[in-house]
């Protein structure tokens, strides 16, 4: 059985990032890369989705936002944060 998920983030770079990890693992299917909250919602709208891994901070629509607009079946917030000096990470969070 396949584990439909979509990604939502602002930045191109983590979204393919995402994809690319996931694509690894035979039992995932992105399904979709969206810009934002407001995208992840409406795709859903149409779309079966599993798993959706949104970002906390994003414009027009945020992931908490997002989250609560759309019963997914589960929801991984992600924040991803750069300080200079520092690498660009990205910390987990569970609405459940």
Known sequence: MMINVIIADDNSFIREGMKIILHTYEEFSVS??????????DYCKNNPVDIAL???????MNGVEAAKKQPFQAVFLIRTEAHPGSDRHARPYSMH
Do not use: I
């Open 32 to 41: 979709a890369t969206l810009e934002n909250g407001l995208e992840a919602v």
């Open 54 to 60: 949104l970002d906390v901070r994003m414009p027009v």
